[in-house]
């Protein structure tokens, strides 16, 4: 079962981590809760995803494509599965920073060897690649930087 506290406690990690970050673009952000969480921390968060049912927040109901106008200053993903590697490649190519905390990959590859992928897609897309764990049960590793100067 899914750590509950997951939104909250990356919301938190990311208002610590990005300071300046006052919009954020929350990529396959499902129903919103993560929306909500850095709505309820002063940020301004507009999701993506295909969901029909979901919370009152600022929702983009489309895919999310590396041609969507750069208008954040933080790009996210929360268990975002299939839009990960999206998450880094978006953050590259707009020059913003970007946190992920990846579950499964999109291309059937091991837990581990995936998290290596994404940090060395990040670093050659002139990103940094830092890592951190959220104090939660399940999948908690995030991989997070900012472009390089």
Known sequence: MADKR???????????????????????????????????????????????????VPY???????TEPCEADLVVGLHADGATRLIIEYAALHRIPYAV?????????????????LTELAKNGRLTALEAVLPMEGRARVIYGAPLT
């Open 101 to 117: 905390v990846p579950c499964c990959s999109d291309n059937s590859m091991p837990y581990k060897p995936w998290m290596r992928y």
């Open 6 to 56: 997951r939104f909250t406690l990356f919301a938190q990690f990311l208002v610590d981590s990005f300071p300046n970050a006052s919009r954020v673009f929350d990529v396959a952000g499902g129903m919103g809760a993560l929306n909500e969480a850095l709505t309820a921390k002063g940020r301004q968060c507009l999701t993506f995803d295909f969901r029909h049912k979901r919370l009152d």
């Open 60 to 66: 983009a109901e489309r895919e999310f494509k590396l």
